[in-house]
């Protein structure tokens, strides 16, 4: 996503097309003409520039593409549904069905009368490929739009007769709202517990449910994700609202990956379907308005569609734009010419940026900068490859000698002595087929790892930095046995991370992970697609282990049962449990 303009008027335009023509005009020539680059006189290479996507919200995109808007008859611009009205009343425009016909390109080229007032200025690129030209922004339409919709509709008053506060209620013949068996429903008295929870996460943990001011459209997001199945669900008392729920999180959680399969866009359709068919079961036994149906609902179920065609969402998102206007509105104070002074602060920073090119202003000024990584910092992986883990500072200042009868670093207030690390080492190198004894005792602990592109950390750095705010060194991992018939099986455990470390085994290298392990790990009752796992009480002594670095799979955050002692869910960002976890969970004895 590039930004290439600011249009420099204080109002919206009355014609957005006169200001979009030069560039469309430029665009022309660069796809049809192309373009020399050059490097010091020398030419690099020839190419052709091709605008392939022009994206924004919903209300920005109809005035690209001219389209009549969200509240008209013909509502949707991709597909032809029409609006309708809730039952009883004539006011409002959703969209229930989800089968109508995708408009064709040729309808975006002439215009088609039945919402395309006009044909977009973007069908003049060879580029142009009708309704997926426009793409479907995930931070409007998951964050600040379907993650929005289910707040309100799970926030709900039935006390009150306001229409914004019970607009998902089915009015009868007589305009009553019928309240009695509305499925979102949750009590006030559990709505308190859901926004008290605490989490053990990496991030921010924002109180969307009493708070709503400065919410931003990425907390929107976290609770559909992370909240919704694990804190909500709990609390919803129709077992088929509660499936429904988690199959949107599962979707929109498969909408945001970066890497997307033909089968994960499968699963995803489908999910969406489940949510849209348990809806349109909900109206038709009137249990809930048509009002569910609002135009973000609708745009779910063409998440796939866009996909398909311009590969997955996170990749022509609107985040980095939002960032970069929100840096510009507060650059911008004039409140006479904003225009000129709009432009006057682009002109600035481009030429800031291209004076960067040339010249590393840090490096001439000497700005005081974080302290460099260098070799001393980190370890590579013993396989080299550039994609596998490396443990990263701090270091110990000496290896530790588990011959010493010292006690090891505490863990969580339990000490443990490095006999007992010993002993999980030569039991780690039994069950992998290696020499169990152990030679070499000495190992070097690190504090932190760097896996799967993310900083993963430790019992151990966290006490040294005096850092607990954070819980990012909880982790999932994998793990393979044999059972009664000579199969090998996979089981998911998740464990608290001790410190990671370095071991020369019969001269060769291993990156390995001293970790404890919850009790146990097993999934939600509610739905078997929600892991949850039992942590040990204070009183009962840990259960540890020795694991290959390479066996972690995911960094989670622990989420407690609103209704279970020493229970948690767990979550990990845009990790979709799309799978039974209820048939692999993990037990402490197959290690």
Not at 100 to 109: C, D, G, M, V, Y
Not at 439 to 468: D, L, T, V
Not at 524 to 540: C, G, K, W
Request: glycine share 6%; net charge neutral; charged share 20%.
């Amino acid at each position: 996503m590039m930004q290439l303009a600011i249009l420099g008027a204080p109002h919206k335009p009355v014609d957005l097309d006169s200001f979009l023509a030069p560039l469309v005009e430029e665009l022309m020539s660069l796809s049809t003409n192309g373009m020399i680059v050059k490097r010091a006189g020398v030419e690099v290479c020839k190419a052709r520039v091709h605008l392939m996507a022009a994206t924004g919200d919903i209300i920005g995109v109809q005035e690209l593409m001219h389209h009549t808007g969200s509240n008209s008859w013909d509502g949707c611009r991709l597909c032809k549904v029409v609006g309708e009205h809730p039952d009883n009343y004539n006011h409002g425009m959703y969209f229930v069905k989800t089968n109508a016909a995708l408009r064709s390109r040729e309808e975006f080229i002439q215009g088609d009368g039945h919402g395309l007032r006009k044909p977009s200025i973007f069908s003049q690129l060879p580029s142009f490929s009708g309704g997926p030209f426009f793409g479907l922004d995930e931070m409007h339409l998951i964050g600040g739009g379907i993650s929005k919709l289910i707040l309100e509709m799970i926030t709900v008053d039935n006390e009150t007769n306001s229409r914004t506060r019970s607009k998902f209620f089915y009015i009868d013949q007589d305009g009553d709202k019928i309240s009695d068996n509305y499925p979102f429903f949750i009590s006030r008295s559990d709505l308190v517990k859901i926004a008290t929870i605490p989490v053990s996460f990496q991030g921010g943990w924002e109180n969307i449910i009493n708070k709503s001011a400065g919410v931003r459209m990425v907390d929107y997001v976290d609770f559909l994700l992370y909240a919704v199945p694990t804190i909500v669900c709990p609390f919803i008392r129709d077992r088929a609202t509660c499936k429904a729920l988690i199959a949107l999180s599962t979707a929109c959680s498969l909408a945001l990956q970066w890497n997307i399969t033909e089968q994960m866009i499968q699963q995803m359709e489908k999910c969406f379907q489940i949510w849209h068919k348990y809806l349109q079961t909900q109206i038709s036994n009137k249990r809930l308005s048509k009002s569910v149906f609002s135009p973000v609902n609708h745009y779910l179920h063409h998440i796939a569609y866009i996909t398909k065609s311009l590969g997955p969402m996170r990749a022509y998102s609107t985040r980095p734009m939002e960032r970069t206007i929100g840096k510009y509105a507060r650059m911008i104070k004039s409140r006479v010419d904003s225009g000129v002074n709009a432009g006057n602060i682009f002109e600035r920073i481009a030429i800031r940026n291209l004076v960067n090119m040339y010249v590393n202003i840090e490096d001439e000024v000497d700005i005081i900068a974080p302290k460099p990584y260098n070799d001393s910092t980190f370890i590579d992986h013993p396989s080299r490859h550039p994609n596998n883990p490396q443990l990263w500072s701090p270091f110990l200042e000496t290896p530790l000698n588990l011959l010493e009868l010292d006690t090891a670093d505490d863990i969580c207030g339990n000490p443990v002595t490095n006999q007992t690390i010993l002993d999980h080492l030569q039991h780690y190198y039994f069950t992998h087929n290696h020499h169990p004894i152990v030679s070499n005792y000495n190992i070097q602990p690190a504090g932190r790892a760097w896996i799967n592109h993310s900083m993963f950390s430790s019992c151990m750095n966290r006490k040294k930095m005096n850092e607990f705010r954070r819980g990012n060194h909880h982790v999932m991992f994998e793990a393979h046995h044999t059972d009664s018939r000579n199969t090998i099986r996979t089981s998911w455990f998740v464990g608290t991370v001790i410190f990671f470390f370095s071991h020369l085994h019969l001269d060769q290298d291993h990156h390995l992970v001293f970790i404890e392990l919850a009790k146990t790990n097993s999934s939600a009752s509610y739905d078997n697609n929600i892991p949850t796992i039992t942590l040990r009480q204070l009183d009962e002594a840990p259960s540890l282990a020795v694991i290959d670095i390479l066996d972690i799979t995911a960094q989670v955050g622990l989420v407690k049962s609103p209704k279970l002692a020493n229970t948690y869910s767990f979550i990990s960002p845009y990790y979709s449990f799309n799978r039974n976890m209820s048939t692999n969970g993990g037990k402490i004895s197959l290690l």
